[in-house]
């Protein structure tokens, strides 16, 4: 399960806009806007597109049950 808020905030934090995010990770401002408000599951290969793009390690936003 990956950490929304968490993403949200960075993106907030560094001043990025969630279009210029989406285009870096090749998906729709739209899809972008739906996986960060929880209304769409986020696939593997888009998670590891959106680190990419916010230039973070894979495992940044990754939750784990303790």
Same mark, same amino acid.
């Given at each position: *399960?990956? +950490?929304r808020n968490a993403i $949200?905030? *960075?993106i907030g934090e560094r001043?990025? $806009?969630q279009k210029v995010i989406a285009e870096k990770a090749k998906v729709t401002?739209?899809?972008l806007s739906l996986i960060l408000s929880g209304k769409r599951k986020c +696939?593997? +290969?888009e998670y590891i597109r959106i680190c990419i793009a916010?230039?973070?390690p894979v495992a940044?936003?990754?939750l784990q049950d303790l």
């Open positions: *399960m990956i +950490d $949200k905030k *960075m001043g990025y $806009k401002e739209r899809q +696939d593997v +290969d916010l230039e973070v940044t936003f990754i």
